[in-house]
């Protein structure tokens, strides 16, 4: 269980100047979250749609938004299953630099 006022996370103001879908902007900070200090993190699709209280196709549409507007970039990683197959893998995160605003979203 997690203790109020215990975990934090910063975000940038100037995320609120680009025009993100709400449920865009939801799971960006859900990514930001869970990569803190660290350079990627890794949550599968159904976690971040269930702490983020919305559907896993919700959660593969506002990714996709957010790689093609620069916001983060998504690496698919696989595994070998018991039996030597290849197995799909929880894709990698990683949190890229804002992109530049233009003068208008100031």
């Known amino acids: 269980m997690y203790e109020l ?3 934090f996370f ?3 103001n100037a995320m609120f100047h ?6 865009a902007f939801t799971v960006y900070c859900y990514l930001v979250c869970c990569t803190g200090q660290k350079e990627k993190c890794w949550p599968s699709v159904r976690t971040i749609a269930k702490r983020c209280g919305i559907s896993e196709n919700t959660v593969r549409n506002a990714i996709k938004e957010l790689e093609e507007r620069g916001f983060i970039s998504k690496v698919k990683t696989t595994w070998s299953g018991r039996n030597g197959k290849p197995r799909r893998g929880n894709n990698n995160y990683y949190i890229l630099d804002l992109p530049s605003l233009t003068k208008d979203a100031v």
Request: a positive charge; aromatic letters at 8%.
């Open 5 to 7: 006022h215990s975990n």
């Open 10 to 12: 910063q975000i940038s």
């Open 18 to 23: 680009y025009g993100l879908r709400p449920n």
